[in-house]
């Protein structure tokens, strides 16, 4: 036999076989990051997960700039909206909530001036995407990487960590490992 046609050592089991953990749940030999790991690979993975959400907010919060993320969350919801009745609602609290000049939690974004109440008579979904894709960048470029850096982020990943090197994880890892190394 030459090089090319040996056959290829047997590495994945058989197609067809399950490996399953002690639960005999269906169990895959890649771990699916959460949590931390999870939130640190991107942004949008962190707005993804509610608790994600909420620790960003918490940094947010402590930074006077949690309005960005309360807004890029408005815009997300409000691109869902149906029915026009509910869009010009929904349209006209986002306006009055961060984009007129008396809002409350007024974002930084540039062509808000030109945005003015008479285009939420005729609300779309992605009305706000601009001025939403903006703030994104604005939280991914400047506050995302401070909040990897932050007591926040680094004392919840600290808390995860001891989590999963708990007597109870470690038992249960020791279980499936037992289960997939006989």
Known sequence: ????EAPLPAVFPPVGLEINDSEGHPSSSHQTL???SKWATSLENLLEDPEGVKRFREFLKKEFSEENVLFWLACEEFKKTQGKKQMQEKAKEI????????????VNVEGQSRLNETILETPHPLMFQKLQDQIFNLMKYDSYSRFLKSDIFLNHKKS??????????QTAAKRASRIYNT
């Open 95 to 106: 306006y009055m909530t961060f984009l007129s000049s008396k809002a409350s939690s007024q």
């Open 1 to 4: 036999l030459s090089w090319n």
């Open 34 to 36: 959460k949590g931390t």
């Open 160 to 169: 995860e960590e001891q989590e999963e090197n708990s007597p109870e994880a």
